[in-house]
């Protein structure tokens, strides 16, 4: 296979070979963990496992790891792309033919390219996000791998060795792991499983957001504009989000942002479902809250709660804005998303109109929505776009 013997020529002369250069438009832009802005993120050369490609190597390790893969699953796969295409997202090879990062067959590539158009805005095939979002989907969706994957271990491997094997197998060969003699043959050891132990030590334990460079604290911009009675009406609540807030020390900001999400900011039904206070919360079953300040105090709970169970994700005052679009999935559907294979973007609950890339977006026609919102157009502002915003203007 013609990427084998280019493979082969990096790992013996330590060279990489170059075509146009790398684009890379505004993918984390300004280092605040936000991979997705209406830009492609693609590459369009090839690159070696080594410190001097650590930018581009952490935004593709960034970009994997937001889909909800662990860091010992990020790095087997990212082993695996080292063998496959050596990081190039653009790459076409005619022997097979293969394309993308993981090389896929013609069938499989036609199943991302769907992919691709299907998402909000529509997609390139080529950009990285969409081919991360597109392989761990296929890790929970598709016939075969996701079952030998399973059978192997996949979900609970915590070795990027282990994990390098065992998604080769599962995904690239569509067979349990075995002793046989495709292992030496495909290069296993040198060209999948020693990176992924390379990438793995440069990567883990690094906060996402961090390897795009600048701080990871560091909020987005939003071009949305909130209406002055909706900002009065937040204003006026401040004190009662601030309170709770620094109870259970989280951004009030979040609180607010929910609430608007929830009932759109109104105080008379803060309930954290948007119930009225003293009523049984739709979802529970059970009264939450009595008062305004005693909801959003439950809220702040649920929050926490919520993005702990579902994405491992801690809230607290210093939390990143990769973090903070997680807490909100999960406070709304982050089971059903990670269940059907969505992920935050895919989310008007938390990016709708945040810019023009995500002006109006539709709910998931999938089972990460109810069939009541499925494929439908949202109008509220996302809870990310109310964070931000609140953020920026300092109110």
């Known amino acids: 296979m013609l990427l084998l013997i280019v493979a082969f020529i990096i790992l013996i002369f330590g060279t990489a070979i170059n075509n146009k250069g790398a684009t890379i438009d505004n993918a984390c832009a300004g280092g605040t963990g936000k991979y997705w802005n209406g830009e492609d993120f693609k590459t369009d050369r090839l690159y070696e496992v080594n410190e001097g490609n650590r930018e581009i190597l952490g935004k593709i390790w960034d970009s994997f790891r937001s889909t909800g893969l662990t860091e010992a699953q990020t790095a087997g796969i990212m082993g695996n792309i080292n063998g496959e295409s050596n990081f190039k997202s653009t790459i076409e090879d005619p022997t097979g033919p293969y394309y993308g990062l993981i090389q896929l067959s013609t069938s499989r590539w036609g199943d991302l390219k769907t992919f691709a158009a299907s998402r909000q805005p529509a997609r390139e095939w080529t950009d990285v996000p969409t081919q991360a979002m597109f392989v761990q989907k296929e890790t929970k969706e598709r016939d075969g791998v996701k079952d030998y994957l399973k059978q192997d271990g ?13 998604f080769f197998y599962g995904s690239e060969l569509n067979q349990a792991s075995d002793s046989s003699h495709w292992y030496s043959d495909w290069g296993v050891p040198q060209n999948r499983e020693q990176p992924a132990a390379a990438i793995y030590a440069m990567f883990k334990g ?10 990871s604290s560091t909020t987005g911009h939003t071009t949305a504009v909130l209406p002055a009675s909706l900002m009065a009406t937040i204003q006026s609540s401040k004190s009662t989000y601030v309170a709770a ?3 259970y020390h989280v ?11 929830e009932s759109g900011s109104d105080p008379n039904r803060s309930g954290p479902s948007g119930e009225k206070p003293g009523t049984k919360n739709p979802d529970s079953g059970k009264v939450e809250c009595v008062n305004f300040q005693d909801c959003e105090e439950a809220r702040a709970r649920h929050l926490i709660s919520l993005a702990k169970t579902f994405y491992k994700v801690t809230v607290n005052e210093q939390i990143t804005d990769a973090d903070i ?3 909100f999935l999960a406070y709304n559907r982050g089971g059903m998303y990670i269940n059907g294979g969505c992920t935050v973007e895919q989310s008007p609950y938390v990016w709708n109109n945040y810019d023009s890339a995500h002006k109006l977006m539709r709910w998931p026609n999938s089972s990460c929505e109810p069939a009541s919102t499925r494929g439908r157009v949202d109008t509220p502002n996302g809870a990310y776009t109310i964070y931000v915003y609140l953020l920026e203007n300092k109110i």
Do not use: F, M
Request: charged share 20%; aromatic share 8%; glycine share 10%.
């Open 325 to 327: 679009q997680k807490a």
């Open 206 to 215: 690094s906060e996402l957001g961090t390897n795009c460079g600048g701080g």
């Open 154 to 166: 996949w979900d609970t491997v915590t070795d990027p060795v282990l994990a390098a094997r065992i």
């Open 251 to 261: 951004p009030w900001q979040a609180l607010a942002a929910i609430h608007y999400r």
């Open 245 to 247: 807030a620094n109870k």
